[in-house]
C-alpha cells in the first residue's frame, strides 16, 4: 500500500455538495408519518462473494438467517457496490457519491495507521442521520480516517465507533488492540502473534450492547463486519469444527512475509491458520450467526417490526489470505472478482428486510448502487437529502410504488492501470489501463445475455462504445489526492 504523510486536503470540488434540500417525496410522506423514527441496520459484510450465500446456489457454506432475511424481505438482483475495494466502497456510501465523485478513491494509507480522511466539508450520511435525532453508531472496520482527522468517525457523525480504525490492520482477526472511539482498548493476550481473544466477537459484543442501550431511541446502526476479508482467521469452535470434518485434510496457506515473528513483522500482513477452506466457510457463518443475534436482540427488544435491515457486501469476492473462491464458486454466474470491476467485482447480494413494510419473499431487479443508500435513510428518517449526489433514494421500490431509475452507474479504481465501468441499462462497459496506456482498452456486453461478461461486442457497436465512453469521461472529476484521466493531465503529470 502506498504510504504518504501529511496530503494536501485540497478538495474543493466538493463544495457544491454542501447545500441541502428537502427531498421527501409526497408519495412516501404517509409511511414516514406513520413511524417518523424507524430504526435503520446496515450490515456490511467485507470481500463476500454474490455466490457465498446459500439461498444463491452456496453448496459448502450454511447461511441460514442470511437466508431467513431473503425469505422474509426483498433481494434486489442487481445491486452494486460502491467500488471493488473496501475504502471507497465505504466513501460512496457515506456520501452519496459514486467514485467519479466521492472524495476516496483508493486504499490510501497515512502514518501511524489508518487511511487517507474522508474531509469533514460533506454531509456524510451519519451526520444526517445523527441531525435527524439519530444515535448512531459504526461497529466494526472503518477505514477512512485516523483518530482526531476529519475523517475520524465520531468527527463524520457517529456517535460511538468500536472496532478497528484502519483496515490494514483489520488484516488480523487477533489484534493487539481495537479503538472505542478514540480510546485504545487493548485486547489481553493478543500481540499480533499471540492468539487469545477473536476480535470479531469482542466487537458483535459491542454491538448488541448498543442495540441494548438505545432500544427506547430512533438508532442508525452501521455493522462493517470485517470477515471474510484478509487472513483466514477462525475460533475452533462447534462451526469451524463442523466444516473441519466436511473438508477434511487440507494444505495449509502459507504465512505471509513479515507476518509471524521478529522487529519486522508486518502488522498487515496475514497469518491465515491451517484448513482454508474449512476456515473460510467457518468465517461466513459467523457473519450469519452474528445477523441471528441481531435479530434475536430486536425480538427481545420488540423492534423487529420497526427496524429496517439492509445487508450486502462492499466488494466482490477475494483471493487473498488463502481464500479460494473459485473452489466455492464465490462470483456466481459473473466475471471477475475484487480488483476487478467486472459484475464479479462489484455486483454484490443485497437484501432488505422491514417487516410489516417491505413484502416477504420478493425481489427487485430495480439497478441500485451503494451510493442510492443515503437518500434511502435520509429520505426514511424525514430528513433533508444533500442537492448534486449521485444517489437515488430506493425507499419506493421498497414500499412497492413507483420508482425511479438511474440513467447510468459509474466506477473507476486507481490500481491495476486504472479501471473504469459504466452500467446503463442493458449495457456494460469496461475501460481497462486507463493510465498505462495511449489507447486503453474498451470492451462492451450486454447483460441480457450475457451475465458472464464473455463476448465483447464493442467492434459490432461502435456507437454505443462512443456514449459510454463520454459518460465515463463527464463521469470523473479531478481529484488531485488520486489520480487524473490520461485526458485530464497536463505536460509533466
Not at 475504502?87 to 457515506?94: E, H, I, N, Y
Not at 460511538?160 to 489481553?188: M, T
Not at 464493442?458 to 459510454?468: D, F, G, H, S, T
Request: charged share 25%; hydrophobic share 35%; with cysteine.
Amino acid at each position: 500500500m502506498f504510504k504518504t504523510q501529511n496530503l494536501p486536503i485540497i478538495l474543493l470540488f466538493l463544495c457544491s455538495y454542501l447545500t441541502f434540500s428537502s427531498c421527501t417525496s409526497s408519495s412516501n410522506k404517509e409511511v414516514i408519518e406513520e413511524e417518523k423514527k424507524t430504526n435503520i441496520i446496515f450490515i456490511l459484510a467485507d470481500d463476500l462473494g454474490y455466490g457465498d450465500l446459500s439461498f444463491l446456489g452456496q453448496e459448502y457454506i450454511e447461511t441460514p438467517n442470511i437466508d431467513r432475511l431473503a425469505k422474509e424481505g426483498m433481494f434486489f438482483t442487481n445491486h452494486y457496490s460502491g467500488a471493488t475495494v473496501c475504502a471507497p466502497s465505504r466513501s460512496s456510501f457515506l456520501t452519496g457519491l459514486h467514485t467519479g465523485h466521492t472524495p476516496i478513491r483508493g486504499n490510501l494509507g497515512t502514518e501511524p495507521e489508518g487511511q487517507y480522511p474522508l474531509p469533514d466539508s460533506i454531509p456524510s450520511l451519519a451526520k444526517i442521520m445523527e441531525g435527524a435525532g439519530y444515535a448512531t453508531g459504526a461497529f466494526g472496520k472503518w477505514g477512512l480516517g485516523y483518530i482526531g482527522t476529519t475523517g475520524d468517525p465520531n468527527r463524520q457523525g457517529f456517535g460511538q465507533f468500536y472496532g478497528y480504525n484502519c483496515q490494514s490492520l483489520a488484516h488480523r482477526y487477533y489484534p493487539a488492540y481495537l479503538w472505542d472511539n478514540a480510546e485504545k482498548v487493548i485486547l489481553e493476550g493478543n500481540g499480533w502473534v499471540e492468539k487469545a481473544v477473536y476480535a470479531p466477537d469482542v466487537i458483535q459484543s459491542e454491538t448488541i450492547t448498543f442495540l441494548e442501550n438505545n432500544k427506547s431511541n430512533p438508532f442508525f446502526l452501521f455493522m462493517p463486519i470485517v470477515m471474510p476479508h484478509a487472513e483466514l482467521a477462525a475460533p475452533d469452535d462447534a462451526i469451524f469444527q463442523k466444516y473441519r470434518a466436511k473438508f477434511g485434510e487440507e494444505q495449509a496457506y502459507p504465512a505471509r512475509k513479515g507476518s509471524e515473528y521478529g522487529s519486522d513483522i508486518k502488522t498487515s500482513a496475514y497469518q491465515s491458520q491451517p484448513y482454508p477452506h474449512a476456515t473460510f466457510a467457518a468465517m461466513v457463518e459467523r457473519i450469519d450467526s452474528y445477523l441471528g443475534e441481531v435479530l434475536d436482540k430486536l425480538e427481545e427488544l420488540g423492534l423487529e417490526k420497526n427496524t429496517l435491515i439492509i445487508f450486502a457486501s462492499d466488494n466482490g469476492a477475494h483471493k487473498e489470505g488463502g481464500a479460494d473462491p473459485d473452489f466455492f464458486d464465490s462470483n456466481g454466474p459473473f466475471r471477475g472478482h475484487k480488483r476487478d470491476l467486472y459484475e464479479g467485482g462489484v455486483r454484490t447480494p443485497m437484501i432488505a428486510w422491514w417487516p410489516g413494510k417491505v413484502k416477504a419473499g420478493t425481489q427487485s431487479d430495480h439497478i441500485s448502487a451503494f451510493w442510492d443508500l443515503l437518500p434511502t435513510f435520509a429520505e426514511l428518517a424525514g430528513a433533508p437529502v444533500p442537492e448534486n449526489i449521485d444517489g437515488i433514494s430506493f425507499l419506493p421500490t421498497l414500499l412497492e410504488k413507483e420508482q425511479k431509475e438511474h440513467d447510468y452507474l459509474y466506477w473507476e479504481f486507481h490500481e491495476q492501470g486504472g479501471k473504469q465501468a459504466v452500467r446503463q441499462g442493458k449495457w456494460k462497459a469496461v475501460k481497462l489501463q486507463v493510465f498505462g496506456s495511449e489507447e486503453p482498452t474498451l470492451e462492451l456486453y450486454d447483460l441480457s445475455v450475457d451475465l458472464g461478461e464473455e463476448n465483447n461486442i464493442a467492434a459490432e457497436n461502435p456507437e454505443k462504445v462512443k456514449e459510454l465512453e463520454e459518460l465515463m469521461n463527464s463521469s470523473h472529476t479531478r481529484n488531485p489526492v488520486f489520480g487524473l484521466l490520461p485526458s485530464e493531465r497536463k505536460s509533466g503529470e
